[in-house]
């Protein structure tokens, strides 16, 4: 959503800059500015904050705006547009700024809407506990819904907290710990419970004023929140690596069609048995998938019924193109189907 948010800003921003330089390229470079706004951390920030406001974004949106206008002015003398003067500069800057401003807070606004609220679960106790607790009350755009409060002393020790924390990471999307003091055991324990549960944690750390560390990651009102990356990859990393996955299983499948019979058919006449190698292997969240490969081997049994080593099945085509990892490159139909995804 804040994609299209943002595709609609500059396209906004595009049509009048296309009105100055009286040519329609300004529209040929809008594919390029959403990846800038996701180098910026323009699509990260609301897959781990606690709250999604538009407004602590302004700086970071000023940025965007600017970076992408100087890359337009570089980029349009180079086609029939000619130069972007200073006065369009200027105004593709403004413009961009505030039309992302409103869209984006247009698009949050309807994700609040549409989108069910984030189940949450805290654990702590006295003042600061009373006091996150005031917060949530306070600040309804963060979108939450407590599911559940536990004293951290009724957490018990050993096996009984390890019980019990599971229990607690069980059915919601996020934990907040809110205490007095930090247990540094609780937070390993909790880290390694939501990293596997795919569960959310925050920390309200204790700390104020000059013994806080010089890194904040994040504050609400009063309260400096610590994030711990208990998630796997943002929804706009996994469309990225999705779009390079198919463009580039795509491209290599083109080029190598030539040869991918050629190797077929070396494997057909090299030795009896399939062309292709498969086996059910584990995919995503277990999925179970059939992968394929060319076929190096040949059958595990002599004539006589012996059988043979690894090393005696591996045929010499087969050693070559194992070298050459050729038995691999079925492997990119996978790919493009969304079973496998490349990683080297």
Avoid at 130 to 135: A, I, L, T
Avoid at 193 to 205: A, E, W
Wanted: proline content about 6%.
């Amino acid at each position: 959503m804040l994609a299209v948010a943002d595709l609609a800003a500059v396209t906004v921003a595009a049509a009048v800059t296309a009105a100055f330089v009286g040519s329609l390229w300004p529209f040929a470079f809008l594919p390029l500015w959403l990846p800038i706004a996701k180098f910026f951390g323009l699509y990260d920030r609301d897959h781990r904050a606690l709250r999604h406001l538009t407004a602590d974004e302004v700086p970071v949106i000023i940025a965007w705006a600017a970076t992408i206008t100087a890359l337009l002015a570089l980029l349009l003398p180079l086609t029939s547009a000619g130069a972007l003067g200073t006065v369009a500069a200027v105004a593709h800057v403004a413009l961009v700024a505030l039309a992302a401003v409103i869209t984006r807070s247009l698009a949050r606004r309807l994700w609040w809407i549409w989108t069910p609220p984030e189940h949450v679960a805290m654990i702590g106790d006295g003042d600061a506990l009373e006091s996150m607790r005031r917060k949530f009350g306070l600040f309804r755009d963060m979108h939450f819904e407590l599911s559940s409060e536990r004293p951290v002393d009724e957490l018990g020790s050993g096996q009984d907290r390890t019980r019990a924390l599971l229990e607690i990471a069980s059915g919601v999307d996020r934990i907040v710990v809110a205490s007095g003091h930090v247990d540094t055991g609780l937070i390993s324990e909790l880290n390694s419970i939501c990293r596997k549960r795919q569960v959310k944690l925050s920390v309200v750390s204790p700390l104020r004023g000059r013994a806080l560390p010089s890194l904040q990651i994040a504050q609400l009102a009063d309260l400096p929140i610590l994030e711990y990356n208990t998630w796997d990859l943002s929804r706009s990393s996994l469309v990225i690596k999705r779009t390079f996955d198919i463009c580039v299983s795509v491209l290599g499948l083109l080029l190598l069609a030539p040869f991918l019979p050629i190797i077929a058919i070396a494997i057909k006449l090299d030795s009896p048995g399939p062309i292709f190698f498969s086996q059910v292997r584990a995919g995503l969240g277990g999925r179970p998938f059939r992968m394929y490969k060319f076929r190096t081997m040949r059958d595990a049994v002599r004539p006589d019924g012996k059988p043979l080593a690894d090393v005696e099945r591996l045929t010499p085509l087969g050693r070559w193109i194992r070298n050459s990892s050729l038995d691999e490159l079925p492997e990119l139909f996978s790919v493009l189907k969304g079973d496998m995804s490349l990683v080297g």
